[in-house]
Nanobody, 116 residues
Framework: QVQVAESGGGLVQAGGSLRLSCAAS????????LGWYRQVPGKQRELVAT???????VYADAVKGRFTISRDNAKNSVYLEMNSLKPEDTAVYYC??????????WGQGTQVTVSS
């Protein structure tokens, strides 16, 4: 059973930065999609950033220019660098990995709170 675990969340002031990490228990060399999503209470989970196996990267309009998704195959890890954070970025952030062999896995989530 593959496991995916996020870390790096926390409390930060508006304008600050955080780096989220997502570690997979298996190799991420053969994945279709690596992604970050977020969810606030009472709302649907929404896409923050995704990166496909072909290298295509998509960002939500709300985070373009501030967030960057990246990967480190040697560490089986995906990262989300978040800069110029705003109170509206407050949410639980989830890592999502879709492997080419058909397995889709979500992490347990990490809380990001941005104070004004």
């Amino acid at each position: 059973q593959v496991q995916v675990a996020e870390s790096g969340g926390g409390l930060v002031q508006a304008g600050g930065s955080l780096r989220l990490s997502c570690a997979a228990s298996g190799s991420i060399l053969s994945v279709n999609v690596l992604g970050w999503y977020r969810q606030v209470p009472g709302k649907q989970r929404e896409l923050v950033a995704t990166r496909t196996s072909g290298g295509r990267i998509v960002y939500a309009d709300a985070v373009k220019g501030r967030f960057t998704i990246s990967r480190d195959n040697a560490k089986n890890s995906v990262y989300l660098e978040m800069n110029s954070l705003k109170p509206e970025d407050t949410a639980v952030y989830y890592c999502y990995i879709s492997w080419a062999w058909g397995g889709d896995f979500w992490g347990q989530g990490t809380q990001v709170t941005v104070s004004s």
